[in-house]
């Protein structure tokens, strides 16, 4: 069954500390690995795909990674305004509809 | 604003009854998906509809039903709800059936007491 694990379920880091959120997943034939962010009270927002393993794509203070097996969102420096909940999704290329993790929620503290 | 637009933003209803969310996709966007986000169990897949055409259906509950309309705005209808229904209920669309980067609408947050 196709599936995907977000971890931690929650992440708590002081401004500037640096730190990483996993997306791991099982998927018969993995056709792309998308990664959301989601503000309290609004819908997810696109952040990135990533299509093969050593992909990697950067946006501000965030990277994201790609294994045949997980994803890394790599969080450098951050500042409270980072503080969302980051999702990631994955689509086969049996089905193309989006499976979704349950999500990270990071939170930093001033 | 995403250009999704999705009313009402809150809704507070009794159990049994029926209630109606409404959705207008981004402009040139053919696709509509629906989506049920509970604390528990993250972002399901409800239905998406294409062009007017149901494209793919996810869990969706039999008491649950949608359509899209030929301006493209959709309707998700919820009946006979019970208290487990209550939920963020999220629009999405894109430009092709086969999209994998949505955007999604601010969301309805559906109580139900």
């Known amino acids: 069954e196709d599936q995907v694990t977000q971890s931690p379920e929650a992440l708590r880091l002081q401004e500037g500390e640096s730190s990483s959120l996993n997306c791991s997943y099982t998927?018969?034939?993995?056709?792309?690995l998308f990664w959301y962010r989601q503000d309290p009270g609004k819908g997810p927002e696109f952040l990135f795909t990533l299509y093969s393993a050593g992909e990697e794509k950067e946006k501000e203070r965030l990277k994201a990674t790609l294994t045949k097996k997980e994803s890394f969102l790599h969080i450098t420096a951050p500042k409270p305004e980072d503080s969302a909940t980051y999702l990631c999704a994955v689509q086969a290329r049996s089905n193309y509809q989006l499976i979704w993790g349950a999500g990270t929620k990071l939170i930093i503290k001033p | 604003d995403s250009g999704v637009t999705q009313t009402p933003k809150h809704l507070i209803t009794a159990t049994g009854q029926r209630v109606t969310l409404r959705c207008s996709p981004r402009?040139?966007?053919?696709?509509v998906y629906w989506y049920q986000q509970s604390l528990d169990q993250g972002l399901q897949f409800l239905i998406q509809?294409?062009?007017?055409?149901?494209?793919a259906k996810g869990n969706i509950l039999e008491r649950f039903s949608a359509q899209q309309f030929p301006d493209l705005h959709s309707e998700l209808n919820l009946s006979s709800l019970e208290l487990g229904d209550s939920a963020l209920y999220f629009c999405?669309?894109?430009?092709?059936?086969?999209?994998?980067?949505?955007?999604f609408g601010a969301g309805s947050r559906l109580t139900v007491l």
């Open positions: 998927v018969s034939g993995l056709r792309g």
């Open positions: 509809y294409y062009n007017g055409e149901e494209r």
């Open positions: 402009s040139g966007d053919l696709s």
């Open positions: 999405a669309s894109s430009a092709r059936s086969g999209a994998n980067v949505l955007t």
